[in-house]
């Protein structure tokens, strides 16, 4: 993904919020997770309309 951000949700926790999103445009999130030096494969684009 070109321009993206990278979003740290922290230890031992399973969501995240992500605020100030802008109308009327289209983020596209990916998540993956990390244990110990290991991180598992990308998961599938998601789609999220700005509100």
Do not use: D, F
């Not at 993206?4 to 992500?18: D, Q």
């Not at 991180?39 to 789609?47: E, F, L, N, Q, R």
Request: proline residues 2%; contains cysteine; hydrophobic residues 25%.
């Amino acid at each position: 993904m070109k321009k993206s951000k990278k979003v740290t949700c922290g230890k031992n926790k399973t969501s995240l919020v992500i605020k100030k999103l802008k109308k009327n445009r289209k983020y596209y999130v990916q998540i993956r997770t990390k244990a110990g030096k290991k991180y598992s494969a990308w998961s599938k684009v998601k789609v999220i309309p700005g509100r």
